[in-house]
């Protein structure tokens, strides 16, 4: 809104847009981790109980679970397609929208200088949804528990919070 739509940007993004905006991400936020919650409680372990991972994450316990995980890797890949794909999509279509409106930016300046405000937030994006494509849209059967996948991890845990 704020580069494509500038002279609006105050009207359309008033303080309850913005509270809705705020709850909706809240409430996804909770669906979400209530899902991988509740995929993960009907599952047995019975083995040895040591997170192969610098974190407690729900793709390394299925792994450690000794119960048929088909179902709930199936609803947790489901909820992470959406979860993720859904707010991609806008991301995607919204930096459409803005380089569109930055090709008719007539001064190169004033379009270097969008550019480089944009691309900062882009780098972030594709290295949040590219490392956790990698992590967590793998097909699980032949998903490893190896260093690459806890290097991805960090790069999406640590790195681009961190930016």
Request: charged residues 10%; hydrophobic residues 45%.
């Amino acid at each position: 809104l704020a580069i494509c739509f500038p002279l609006n940007y105050c009207l359309i993004m008033s303080q309850s847009l913005r509270c809705r905006l705020v709850v909706v991400c809240w409430a996804c936020g909770l669906v979400n981790s209530l899902v991988q919650a509740f995929s993960i409680s009907h599952l047995d372990f019975c083995g040895p109980n040591v997170v192969d991972h610098f974190f407690c994450d729900v793709t390394p316990l299925f792994k450690l679970s000794c119960s048929d995980t088909r179902v709930s890797e199936t609803i947790f890949l489901l909820v992470v397609a959406v979860a993720g794909m859904g707010p991609l999509t806008f991301i995607l279509v919204t930096y459409g929208h803005i380089i569109l409106a930055i090709t008719r930016i007539t001064s190169s300046h004033g379009r270097y200088k969008t550019f480089s405000t944009c691309a900062s937030h882009f780098t972030v994006v594709a290295l949040y949804y590219g490392s956790g494509i990698f992590s967590y849209i793998w097909p699980t059967s032949t998903y490893a528990m190896n260093k690459d996948v806890k290097v991805v991890a960090v790069l999406y845990t640590v790195m681009t919070p961190m930016l």
